[in-house]
T-cell receptor
Framework: EDQVTQSPEALRLQEGESSSLNCSYT??????LFWYRQDPGKGPEFLFT???AGEEKEKERLKATLTKKESFLHITAPKPEDSATYLC??????????????FGKGTTLSVSS | DSGVTQTPKHLITATGQRVTLRCSPR?????VYWYQQSLDQGLQFLIQ???????AKGNILERFSAQQFPDLHSELNLSSLELGDSALYLC?????????????FGPGTRLTVL
């Protein structure tokens, strides 16, 4: 069964304190791995797509990496405005699943000044 | 702003009732997806439409149904509502069906069943 597990569930950081969020996955053929950011009461906001092991993508203070079993979202020198829930999702190759995303439960990040 | 619109933003109704949620995809996107987000289950895929046709089904209850219209907007119908149906219902759209197009999400409809 396709599965996505994110850790930790919650993370509290001081402003400027860098850290990483983990997303481990088991999927029958990975088509793509996606990172989203979600603020309370809003829809997920797209951050990155990673397609193959070794790939890296960066956007401002965020950097996403991918291996064959997991992905990391590195946050460098975070600011309070980075506080949000970060969701990881995978897209499998199973035709019956269409192109739906399988989501992890998310990591809720709180950054204090 | 993702370009995906959903109405209404909030919906409060009673058990046993029926509601319709609406989603308009981004301009040019042919695929529409419906997801349900609750505190205990997280984000769960319900159903996907591509250019008017059902493409895939996830954990969608028989009491729920959806359709995509010729103008590509989609509606999710929820009937015989139960307390446990209270959740944030999210719609997403992407350009294609078989490609790796990114899914962009709307703001969601918050459904509360009393």
């Amino acid at each position: 069964e396709d599965q996505v597990t994110q850790s930790p569930e919650a993370l509290r950081l001081q402003e400027g304190e860098s850290s990483s969020l983990n997303c481990s996955y088991t999927v029958s053929g990975l088509r793509g791995l996606f990172w989203y950011r979600q603020d309370p009461g809003k829809g997920p906001e797209f951050l990155f797509t990673l397609y193959s092991a070794g790939e890296e993508k960066e956007k401002e203070r965020l950097k996403a990496t991918l291996t064959k079993k997991e992905s990391f979202l590195h946050i460098t020198a975070p600011k309070p405005e980075d506080s949000a829930t970060y969701l990881c999702a995978v897209q499998a190759r199973r035709l019956q699943a269409g192109t739906a995303l399988i989501f992890g439960k998310g990591t809720t990040l709180s950054v204090s000044s | 702003d993702s370009g995906v619109t959903q109405t209404p933003k909030h919906l409060i109704t009673a058990t046993g009732q029926r509601v319709t949620l609406r989603c308009s995809p981004r301009s040019g996107d042919l695929s529409v997806y419906w997801y349900q987000q609750s505190l205990d289950q997280g984000l769960q895929f319900l159903i996907q439409y591509y250019n008017g046709e059902e493409r895939a089904k996830g954990n969608i209850l028989e009491r729920f149904s959806a359709q995509q219209f010729p103008d590509l907007h989609s509606e999710l119908n929820l009937s015989s509502l139960e307390l446990g149906d209270s959740a944030l219902y999210l719609c997403a759209s992407s350009v294609g069906e078989g490609n790796l197009g990114t899914q962009y999400f709307g703001p969601g409809t918050r459904l509360t069943v009393l």
